[in-house]
């Protein structure tokens, strides 16, 4: 099967930190690797997005700093480390690729609370 599989997401506590995993399954990473999130009442943010070809990184205002997207060819896997998570930071998280058809992953929810 054909798709991009998310893991990692969870409860923590503010400043607390936490890996997102997307792999793909069914085909490869060939050019980009983006993270999405989806705040209640919030619009789609881009918060991440890695260019696999010139290994270059671009990341939101609001995230810069605190996260970081990779990119492990080995495990056909694009992560996101977020560190010194916040409040706000809570949302649904998507992964998303484009290589000839878009692929996005399942969502997972981070919930950064006391």
């Known amino acids: 099967q054909v798709q991009l599989v998310e893991s990692g997401g969870g409860l923590v506590q503010p400043g607390g930190s936490l890996r997102l995993s997307c792999a793909a399954e069914g085909f490869t990473f060939k050019f980009n690797g983006k993270w999405y999130r989806r705040a209640p009442g919030k619009e789609r943010e881009l918060v991440a997005q890695m260019d696999l070809y010139q290994d270059t990184t671009k990341y939101a205002d609001s995230v810069r700093g605190r996260f970081t997207i990779s990119f492990d060819n080995a495990k056909n896997t694009i992560y996101l480390q977020m560190d010194n998570l916040r409040v706000e930071d809570t949302a649904v998280y998507y992964c998303?690729?484009?290589?000839?058809?878009?692929?996005w992953g399942q969502g997972t929810q981070v919930t950064v609370s006391s």
């Open positions: 998303n690729t484009w290589t000839g058809h878009d692929y």
